[in-house]
Nanobody, 114 residues
């Protein structure tokens, strides 16, 4: 059974930084591609960053501000978020890419507000 736990969210002012952590158990890290998704109130869940061997990809809205990384030895994926904007406010989740319903965790809330 796969368990995914996201952490590191919080309340930060515009321009601030956060580092999100995704710890996953089970076979999830056998997947080549991992990603961070987010869902803002009233909006659909979207993929904001993904990582596979030697390659990272970002949504245009976060490019240059967010950095995804992974530590396969620790079964962990990170999302470093800098220069945060109010529009980054959302619940952030990690999952494989393309996502699978069985791997959604509880997510971690990120709120960017002064």
């Amino acid at each position: 059974q796969v368990q995914v736990v996201e952490s590191g969210g919080g309340l930060v002012p515009p321009g601030g930084s956060l580092r999100l952590t995704c710890a996953a158990s089970g076979s999830i890290f056998s997947f080549v591609a991992m990603g961070w998704y987010r869902q803002a109130p009233g909006k659909q869940r979207e993929l904001v960053a993904s990582i596979r061997v030697g390659t990272t990809n970002y949504a245009d809205s976060v490019k240059g501000r967010f950095t995804i990384s992974r530590d396969n030895a620790k079964n962990t994926v990170y999302l470093q978020m800098n220069s945060l904007k109010p529009e980054d406010t959302a619940v952030y989740y990690c999952n494989v890419v393309p996502n699978r319903s069985a791997y959604w965790g509880q997510g971690t809330q990120v709120t960017v507000s002064s």
